[in-house]
């Protein structure tokens, strides 16, 4: 392991175990005061989420991307404080932690045994709006997560999340999507964070009035096992309880190629994003380059995991 790797496995180590034993209020106040450190030191990630915003709200000035970045980092660093603590949480604690709106559309789908397909952007805490799916309306989950490196660090987040009752497959091989469509077909739930395409194969989508590309899973999933795709979208107010929205299911179009069939319903999927990001932009913890235009051929940037 090279010592980069090493300092970002000591570094979350150090979360998982220090962070939780912090009460509530502590752990807060650190994150806002962690944010407002690395909003000042403004590094390329601060300055690539405040390019991002620009998109998001194009007629913002620059000092209101100043302010947009800033509750940005504040909001990007909730999520790690409730995530290190989420496996210290009561159930009654995880249960309080999420309100949803229109959830009527999941348990539906869920009632009929044709399995549903949850598709996420990076918004608010999606950890904790699965912990409380596996909580709050007892029903476990499948999900994938990027192989991250060091492995040790990979390992961490997967033990983490199955902590929280959630069935985790890595990103990366083609046996993922077997397993995924064979959990909908037995009537089961896949979460998927599917605002960002990490293969570089994604769907082509107009995003904020430019060409963005996002995975074409959600959407073959649906297609291939008859489940239900529905897009969800999180945020943050100014009280302890984070809010979500299940939106109407993105139905699969009745003629055309797989090809234009996906294509479709990913753009579906994207406006449905766009609405949720738009009206809480400062939730939407995008650190790394989206927009085709913004892309250049170099390693990968990273990724939230």
């Known amino acids: ?134 909580t709050k309306l007892r029903t476990p989950f499948t999900t994938v997560a990027e192989r991250l490196k060091p492995e040790t660090l990979y390992d961490r987040f997967v033990a983490y999340r ?11 091989g083609g046996a993922a999507f077997g397993t995924l469509a064979r959990r909908l077909r037995d009537g089961g739930l896949v979460c998927l964070v599917a605002d960002r395409d990490l293969s570089a194969s994604g769907v082509e989508v107009d995003f904020f009035g430019d060409r963005a590309r996002m995975p074409a899973g959600p959407a073959l999933l649906a297609q291939q096992t008859g489940a239900l795709l529905l897009p969800v979208t999180l945020w943050y107010d100014d009280s302890p309880v984070m809010k979500g929205r299940v939106h109407p299911p993105i139905d699969v179009p009745g003629s055309g190629t797989r090809a234009e069939r996906t294509s479709l319903m990913t753009q579906s999927l994207a406006d449905a994003f766009a609405s949720g990001i738009a009206d809480h932009p400062e939730d939407w913890h995008m650190l790394q380059r989206l927009w085709l235009a913004d892309l250049e051929p170099r390693p990968s940037d990273g990724e939230r995991p």
């Open 1 to 134: 392991m090279n010592p980069r790797d090493q300092v970002a496995d000591a570094l979350y180590g150090l979360g998982w175990s220090t962070v939780k034993q912090l009460p509530e209020p502590v752990a807060a106040r650190l994150g806002r005061a962690v944010a407002d450190l690395t909003w000042k030191q403004r590094g390329k990630g601060v300055r690539r989420l405040e390019s991002n915003y620009a998109r998001v709200v194009p007629d913002a000035t620059p000092e209101r991307l100043a302010e947009l970045s800033r509750a940005g980092m504040r909001s990007y660093l909730r999520y790690w404080m409730e995530s290190f603590r989420l496996p210290a949480w009561s159930p009654e604690r995880v249960a309080a932690g999420f309100e949803a709106k229109d959830l009527h559309h999941l348990t539906d789908g869920l009632a009929t045994g044709r399995g549903v397909v949850l598709a996420l952007p990076h918004l608010a805490n999606w950890d904790l709006a699965g912990a409380w799916v596996t």
């Open 162 to 172: 199955e902590g929280l009752g959630m069935e985790v497959l890595p990103h990366s």
